[in-house]
């Protein structure tokens, strides 16, 4: 059974800070990793990632993946309170199935 | 360009009583679609997939079931509702490749 793990599970940041959130994962014929970002309402598709080593970027967001040791990051630079949000992680193995991690909520105080 | 919509936003449903969320897709065809239902703001669970018109497969054993009368439309139905059923329901979509989901609005529903 495939299997995502965030951590950490809550992070209280303040403003400008620098945050780190991790995505462990175990999933049969990984094809790729995908990052998304919930604030009170659906999630919004942020990056996904399916090969080892090469960063993405979105402005003050970006990802890279670990192929060999099973895991991702997401880091955010200059956090802002619209940052605020839980953060999930998914992984995609074999067909159109998604499963996804338990997020990380980041709240970021002014 | 592509949108999911999802109706209704709220829901407010008796125990026992039946339920029909639905869920459209625009500006594309034959979607692979997708039922999530997130409890307490957290993790997605995945319930029901699609890959085409009248093909369901169901992830989770439950009271609940999906439908896919049409191409772009999705529903999730239950002849009678649990408690247990409350939470966020999720629809998405995504295209087979390179099968990035996009998720509707969501419908909370509470169960009393």
């Known amino acids: 059974e495939d299997k995502v793990v965030q951590s950490p599970l809550s992070l209280v940041v303040h403003e400008g800070d620098t945050v780190t959130l991790n995505c462990s994962y175990e999933?049969?014929?990984?094809?790729?990793l995908l990052w998304y970002k919930q604030e009170k309402k659906a999630p919004t598709f942020l990056f996904m990632l399916?090969?080892?080593?090469i960063e993405k970027k979105s402005g003050r967001l970006s990802s890279i993946l670990d192929k060999k040791e099973l895991f991702s990051i997401l880091n955010i630079t200059a956090t802002q309170t619209g940052d605020s949000a839980v953060y999930l992680c998914?992984?995609?193995?074999?067909?159109?199935?998604?499963?996804f991690g338990e997020g990380t909520q980041l709240t970021v105080n002014p | 360009s592509q949108t999911i919509h999802q109706w209704p936003a709220t829901l407010v449903q008796p125990v026992g009583s039946p339920l029909s969320l639905e869920c459209t897709v625009e500006?594309?065809?034959?979607?692979?679609l997708y039922w999530y239902r997130q409890a307490a703001g957290r993790g997605l669970q995945l319930l029901f997939y699609?890959?085409?018109?009248?093909?369901i497969s169901s992830e989770v054993p439950q009271n609940l079931s999906a439908s896919r009368p049409q191409d772009r439309q999705f529903i999730l139905s239950s002849k009678k509702l649990l408690l247990s059923d409350s939470g966020f329901y999720l629809c998405?979509?995504?295209?087979?490749?390179?099968?990035?989901?996009?998720f509707g609005p969501g419908t909370r529903l509470t169960v009393t």
């Open positions: 999933v049969t014929n990984f094809r790729s």
């Open positions: 699609s890959v085409g018109i009248g093909q």
């Open positions: 998405a979509w995504s295209e087979d490749r390179p099968y990035e989901q996009y």
């Open positions: 998914a992984v995609r193995g074999s067909g159109s199935r998604l499963t």
């Open positions: 500006g594309t065809s034959n979607p692979n």
């Open positions: 399916t090969s080892s080593g």
